[in-house]
C-alpha cells in the first residue's frame, strides 16, 4: 500500500461528539459523517443568538461582538438598541420649524425643510389662496383682464359678434357639425388669428366651433403663430 493510501485510512484523532466514533482522516471527514448520520452541522462554533438566545452555530471567522441566529433576530435587536444618535445615518435628528400660516411650531427633517414650512394641508392651501392668486399664482397665464381690455377697445362688441357668428354658421360646430344640443353647451366662437396677434372680430376671422373643436383649433393656432399670452402681459404688452 502507497504512503498516500496509508495515510487516507490512517485516524486523524477527530471524534464525533455524538457517537464518539474517531476513525475520520480529518475534521471535515467528521462533519460529513456528523450531517449524514445524525442530520444535523458541527459546522462552525456553537453561539448563542444575541437576540432570541437561542444555540446556532457559525463560522470561527464570522463571529463578530453581536451575532444573531437569523435576519429578522438581527433586524429586530437593531430597532430596539440601534436607535436615534447610535445609528450610522444619524444626522442630528429632526428640527422644529414654524408654520407660515397659523404660527404653529412642529418638527420636521432637515431635509424636508423648504423656504415655506406648514404644519398641515390645510395650512397649506390657506396660504396659497391667500398669497397665490393671480399674477403671484406659478400658473398665471395673463388672466381675464387682458382679454376683456382687448375686447372693450374693439369697434363691436364681443357679445353680439359671437351671436351673429353662431347664426352665421348654423348654430354647428364648423369642424365636426354638433349643435348645441348634441354637447349640451353654447357652441364656441374661435378666433382664427388670435386677437394678440392682430386678429380682429370681423366676419373672415370668426368660426364656430364645439368645446373639443375648439381646443384642438387653439392648439395648432399656438403651434403656428407661438403666441404667448404670458409673455406678453411680463413685457407690458399694450392691449
Known amino acids: 500500500m502507497s504512503q498516500y493510501t496509508l495515510s487516507k485510512f490512517q485516524a486523524s484523532g477527530t471524534e464525533c461528539p455524538e457517537c ?81 400660516w397659523c404660527g404653529k411650531f412642529f418638527d420636521r427633517k432637515p431635509s424636508h425643510v423648504r423656504e415655506k414650512k406648514f404644519c398641515s394641508r390645510e395650512c397649506h392651501a390657506n396660504w396659497e389662496s391667500e398669497n397665490q392668486t393671480g399674477q403671484d399664482n406659478p400658473a398665471w397665464n395673463g388672466g381675464h383682464d387682458i382679454y376683456r381690455s382687448l375686447r372693450s377697445q374693439l369697434p363691436k362688441k364681443w357679445e353680439e359678434v359671437r351671436k351673429a357668428r353662431r347664426r352665421v354658421d348654423g348654430y354647428e360646430c364648423q369642424m365636426c357639425g354638433d349643435t348645441a344640443a348634441e354637447v349640451g353647451r353654447k357652441l364656441d366662437v374661435h378666433h ?48
Open 20 to 100: 464518539g466514533r474517531s476513525d475520520f482522516v480529518n475534521r471535515a471527514g467528521m462533519k460529513k459523517h456528523y450531517g449524514r448520520k445524525h442530520e444535523g452541522s458541527i459546522a462552525g462554533v456553537e453561539l448563542l443568538c444575541d437576540h432570541c438566545e437561542e444555540p446556532f452555530r457559525k463560522k470561527e471567522s464570522h463571529i463578530s461582538e453581536t451575532n444573531f441566529c437569523c435576519f429578522e433576530c438581527n433586524s429586530e435587536w437593531l430597532s430596539e438598541n440601534i436607535t436615534g444618535e447610535d445609528t450610522n445615518l444619524w444626522n442630528g435628528g429632526k428640527v422644529e420649524v414654524e408654520c407660515d
Open 192 to 239: 382664427i388669428v388670435p386677437l394678440l396677434s392682430g386678429g380682429l372680430n370681423e366676419a373672415w376671422n370668426l368660426i364656430t366651433l364645439c368645446l373639443t373643436c375648439h381646443q384642438k383649433a387653439e392648439s395648432k393656432t399656438r403651434e403656428i403663430l407661438d403666441y404667448n399670452v404670458k409673455q406678453h402681459y411680463e413685457q407690458g404688452g399694450e392691449s
